[in-house]
């Protein structure tokens, strides 16, 4: 909103409690990434009047410009919940360490990339980087996770566990598939099942989010560790157009009959669920983050959501060498449990599942 006020007495009033609102109110939101509301002028007001409108608005605004000795303009911006930026995530959020360092970008190669160059630079844990459109994303085993611009939550989190053993990096890859899931359940009331190793999906087995996990050692402790996330929320794949490279098309064409989003789950726009579900994961993987650090391990909520439970399965490994069995669920460091046709249990560290007919 505009307001127009003349008088000096009433402009170094509203000057000062422009000047104590401001701050706070900078550290919510900036004109780059707001909507304006509404608009209006008001001209001869009292100053009390003024005063009272910005007291009984229910969300934060932040004051612009502009003073002149005789007259002067407060802009006021309320924020959109359409929009993402640092100071809309940390806005009131709960937490003491994740999301209390944020980076937010338009455009970016790889979040994981970033990153990993940040944490290289001592940045501190539960920094986390993220952005509206990702051109060079990276999934599991080198694969390219690529989203229009604002269509998807894409985001990365630091973490230096090093309380943690290097082959126990799989829990935080749990960790925030937990609290992603949660997040997802909190505010839409789907309930998204789990893959192994890294993937949310939906019952019909159809990709929601992926995760990519990267870390570095310092000798033989861990130094960081780094989750990175994608989760497809507004965007509709059967509409994706027909590509005439054949390359692009398979990509495409695979997107088509493998992927899903929230907005294709739930039937209607989702554009406002991307800021109140990164917020509602940083609150998750706080919690779930605190209650790893004094024994409360994953694996058996992971387990409760895991797709494929006893049903026949194929892991292929990278060098393309198969094993089969049942799925009979993870252990604490995250493996994955096959049981196999003799009735022995094999423990199973990498690989792609594909679920067979019975």
Partial sequence: MRIKL????????????AG??????????TPQTSNLSFYAIISYCRTGL???FINSCKQPIIVLKTVTLSEFYLDFFMPSTTILSAASIRHNLST??????????AQTGSTNSDLKTLAGQNAPEGLLCLTDEQITGRGRLGRQWQAPAQSSVLMSLLFRPTWLKPNQTQRLTMLCALALVEAIEQLTALTVKLKWPNDLVWHDGKKLAGILTEFELNGSDLNWVIVGMGLNVNLD??????STEPTEQATIESLRQNATSLSMLLGHDTADLR???VRQFLINIEQRYRGLQIGQLPHQAWTERLIGIGKPTTVTAMDGQQQHGLISGVNADGALLLRQAD?????????DVTLRQS
Avoid: M, Y
């Fill in 6 to 17: 003349f008088g000096n007495k009433g402009v170094q009033k509203l000057l000062a409690f």
């Fill in 20 to 29: 104590d609102k401001h701050a706070k109110a900078r550290s919510f939101c």
């Fill in 50 to 52: 003024i005063l009272r």
């Fill in 96 to 105: 003491k360490i994740f999301g209390q360092n944020i980076i937010h970008t």
């Fill in 237 to 242: 794949f059967s509409t994706l157009p027909t």
């Fill in 275 to 277: 800021l109140p579900l």
């Fill in 343 to 351: 009735g022995t249990e094999v423990t199973v560290w990498a690989g």
